[in-house]
């Protein structure tokens, strides 16, 4: 039986020192990369906590001016950016350019926005207790945050999270994934040459080892990748007392009703399930469909699913499905297609990985599944799209909530009052209408899993608020000798406050 993925030995694990980076869709060799070790993990975080201070100093206006140099150079280096996540992912160019995009928005976004979303907030009360007081509440950078990313996305998913922890005043320490290290490295450019202060922002690659390193160091982890890491992660912070935002995996549904535009909803459901070649926590991985309009919409999935192409992104137009990323995830979706076949399923198009070099998996799409089947439960990551003919509103609205995951979902209708009604009986962190995945690209729309999906959110006020500690301030500004209610106690005081109470709240009491 197949090693699960989350048992197998990372290279950190295996007492290596480094790091091969294979090109996914050649199998070429592109570097290799020193790992960091526990104790160079330690050191990171030392220094990131010594220049923190200097950092907060700078003010907001100040990170804007680092950030604002940071765009820049992203600007000026597009196309290293956009090579370096082509060349370690595997995936589409088009696909790289989105990571791009997101990442020059995020700077602006979070520039921007850091100051109100952390602004001092005045606070009023009707507690007798409290008259005449001045009460506000004021947010202090938690310090040293650690972010550890997957390989899915390795500009979005780590360093996007790592922009409103440096907004906030935080340094970050960020540790990319193991298979994805060199975007990472790069972006270690992209901090040298940008004005942010030595150490304040650190790229330190390995794999499970140094993330754990990491997650024992930092004042907060912010954590992308699957459940089962995530989970460990927690617990480890947890042990500290230390706060921890967890971004995990997905069984993303879409729901057509019987009155969907029928191109919009193929579209949907074939952008949204083979983006990214299916490597993204949001991909739409299992379809229900209401039965009036099943069949039509299986064909027309079908003949567009037929006509995207398959292979190594060599520019703009060469492929629309890339590589698989990561090695065992081959292994994971075969085992999901074949377990549906072998419980009666049918396979339409792909359903079976194309011969070397490279790893490529064609978009696959499966009829005449249910819910006994792994591809409608568990995380396949990959190109699949498997689709299954509902009854009406109701059975679809059980059927997406019987998962353990719940990040997100879509649903493809004309009738957008209903959506919103079913939106809100679903229970997973973000829903789209008559869309699917382009919310993640909306900074100030909050977004993260319920359930075994995650913990916290990202983007949007939460997205940087959680990166803080709360203080709560009262103010006396002219105290009275003594408080009616102090000690040693006057019942004439209490008479007193009981009346307050009652004027405060509208009665007026004749006694
Ligand atoms: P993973 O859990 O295997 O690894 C994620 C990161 O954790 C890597 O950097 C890895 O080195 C590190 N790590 C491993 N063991 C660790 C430990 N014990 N302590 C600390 N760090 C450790 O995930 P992956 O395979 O890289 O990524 C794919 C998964 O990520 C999928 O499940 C996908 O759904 C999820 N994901 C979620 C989101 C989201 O926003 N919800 C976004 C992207 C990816």
Not at 169 to 183: A, R
């Amino acid at each position: 039986m197949a090693v699960p993925i989350e048992d197998r030995p990372t290279p950190t694990d295996r007492g290596e020192e480094s790091l091969p980076v294979l090109d996914p869709a050649t199998g070429e060799q592109l570097a290799d990369v020193p790992v960091t070790d526990p104790a160079e993990v330690r050191a990171a975080v030392k220094l990131a906590r010594a220049a923190q201070p200097t950092w907060l100093a700078l003010g907001f206006r100040g990170r804007r001016a680092v950030f604002a140099t940071s765009r820049r150079w992203l600007l000026d280096n597009r196309d290293r950016v956009i090579d370096t996540i082509v060349g370690e992912t595997g995936k589409a160019r088009e696909e790289a350019v989105v990571e791009f995009v997101y990442m020059v928005t995020a700077l602006a976004y979070w520039a921007r926005t850091a100051p109100a979303h952390l602004r001092t907030r005045r606070v009023r009360s009707l507690s007798p207790f409290v008259l005449g007081r001045t009460m506000y509440t004021r947010r202090e950078p938690v310090g040293v945050v650690g972010v550890i990313g997957p390989w899915n996305n390795p500009l979005v998913n780590s360093f996007g999270d790592a922009i409103p922890a440096l907004a906030a005043g935080n340094s970050v320490v960020l540790k990319p994934s193991e298979e994805t290290p060199l975007t990472g490295l790069l972006m270690r450019e992209m901090i040298r040459g940008c004005g942010y202060p030595t150490g304040v922002f650190q790229v330190i690659p390995g794999a499970g080892a140094t993330g754990r390193a990491l997650a024992d160091e930092a004042d907060f982890v912010m954590f992308t990748g699957s459940t089962a890491t995530g989970r460990k992660v927690a617990a480890r912070a947890a042990e500290r007392l230390v706060p921890s935002s967890l971004e995990l995996g997905g069984k993303d549904a879409l729901l057509v009703l019987a009155d969907a535009p029928l191109d919009r909803a193929v579209n949907v459901a074939v952008h949204g399930a083979f983006f990214n070649a299916g490597q993204t926590c949001t991909s739409i991985e299992r379809v229900y469909v209401e039965a009036p309009l099943y069949e039509e919409f299986v064909t027309r999935v079908r003949e567009l699913t037929e006509q995207l192409t398959v292979g190594r992104p060599d520019g703009f137009g060469t492929a629309d499905i890339g590589a698989v990323t990561y090695p065992p995830q081959l292994d994971v979706i075969n085992e999901h297609v074949q377990d549906a076949v072998d419980h009666g399923a049918r396979v339409l198009t792909g359903g079976r990985p194309l011969d070397g070099p490279g790893r490529f998996y064609p978009p696959t799409v499966i009829v005449d599944v249910d819910h006994s089947m792994r591809c409608m439960r568990e995380e396949t990551f990959g190109p699949t799209l498997p689709i299954m003919k509902v009854g009406n509103v109701e059975e679809a609205v059980r059927l997406i909530n019987d998962s353990e995951y719940g990040l997100q979902a879509s649903i493809v209708t004309r009738d957008t009052r209903l959506a919103r009604a079913i939106a809100a009986r679903l229970r997973v962190g973000a829903v789209t209408v008559n869309d699917t995945q382009s919310n993640y690209l909306a900074l100030g729309l909050p977004m993260g899993g319920w359930r075994q999906s995650g913990l916290g959110v990202r983007h949007g006020g939460e997205g940087i608020r959680k990166y803080t500690r709360i203080q709560s301030v009262m103010v006396n500004k002219h105290p009275l000798r003594r408080d009616v209610h102090m000690m040693p106690f006057r019942p004439s005081g209490y008479r007193f406050v009981l009346r307050l109470v009652d004027l405060l709240n509208g009665r007026l009491r004749s006694r």
